[in-house]
């Protein structure tokens, strides 16, 4: 969720429904279960990249059902693993947890080390945003669950929460090299959102490390993604990111224009919560 520019959160995945039915399904009934689910699970990935965080729940509820109707010990991880994504992203913490150590448990019991891995780099991203581990401590950890990771979009996980345990540590250069890692598989992967949301964390990075005319131009590049796809909250988020990074380098006339187009974004999306933050970051500015 773009919640804060400085904190990378993330997440992904979605749906399908089946009636229950007293009459063994063939195989093709169960494959057609799962080819649907699959399909879902990628759609949500775009939900929750959106942030549209209440819906995908919704969505995974249906698809972790699929997931038990037809067994697959698989899927049913990868539910858990999304679930545990997006309850983080809004913030009930503890459930998410309990998520990934679900699909953890799993993964160890049908031995599927890929699957074992992603979870425990999930769960790391979590511990460096909750501060629950340090960043030298899952630098170590995600280092070596890393060798089990054949999925590029895994990958692309794992270079994200390198890139941000090594800005933790205010090692500026080597997050930014990681997330462009993460960066080049999203956007060979066509995913714009997700893409635009590595840009926003570099954006971050640069922030954080003086380089503000740098960071400013992350943002035009995630700008120019969320146009591309549509993404008004992502486009809300950038704008608001802008004017962090302005109210930072004392250009409050520009940080004040960024969060209007910012406000008026999520005043057509309806988010009254945002609008008051929104309003607060303005109202900070006229005190300076």
């Not at 904190?7 to 080819?35: A, E, M």
């Not at 997931?67 to 459930?95: H, K, M, Q, T, W």
């Not at 909750?130 to 895994?154: C, F, K, M, P, T």
């Not at 930014?176 to 971050?204: C, F, G, P, Q, V």
């Amino acid at each position: 969720m773009k919640k804060n520019i400085f904190i990378l959160i993330t997440s992904f995945f979605l749906i399908s429904f089946v009636s229950c039915s007293s009459i063994p399904k063939n195989t093709g009934d169960v494959f057609t279960v799962r080819h649907q689910t699959e399909e879902n699970l990628r759609k949500a990935n775009i939900e929750a990249a959106r942030s549209n965080f209440e819906t995908a729940i919704k969505l995974l509820d249906d698809c972790r059902r699929n997931a038990i109707l037809v067994d697959d010990s698989s899927l049913f991880i990868r539910v858990s693993l999304s679930r545990g994504n997006v309850l983080f992203s809004i913030n009930r913490i503890d459930e998410a947890y309990t998520e990934w150590n679900h699909a953890i448990t799993e993964a160890r019991r049908i031995n599927n080390a890929e699957l074992l891995s992603i979870g425990l780099i999930y769960k790391a991203r979590g511990d460096i945003v909750s501060g629950r581990e340090s960043a030298q401590a899952v630098l170590l950890d995600i280092e070596y669950q890393s060798a089990h990771l054949r999925n590029r979009l895994y990958i692309a996980s794992y270079w994200q929460v390198k890139g941000l345990a090594h800005r933790s540590l205010g090692q500026w250069e080597e997050a930014e090299n990681a997330i462009r890692r993460s960066l080049a598989i999203h956007e060979s992967e066509k995913l714009l959102e997700i893409a635009s949301y590595d840009w926003y964390t570099i954006a971050s990075v640069r922030s954080l490390s003086g380089k503000f005319s740098e960071a400013l131009e992350a943002l035009e590049k995630a700008i120019e993604l969320d146009r591309r796809s549509e993404n008004s909250w992502g486009l809300g988020a950038n704008y608001r990111a802008m004017g962090d990074v302005y109210v930072r380098d004392r250009r409050f006339t520009e940080a004040r224009n960024a969060y209007e187009r910012a406000k008026a974004i999520y005043e057509a999306l309806g988010n009254r919560s945002e609008i008051a933050e929104i309003d607060r970051r303005i109202n900070s500015i006229r005190n300076n």
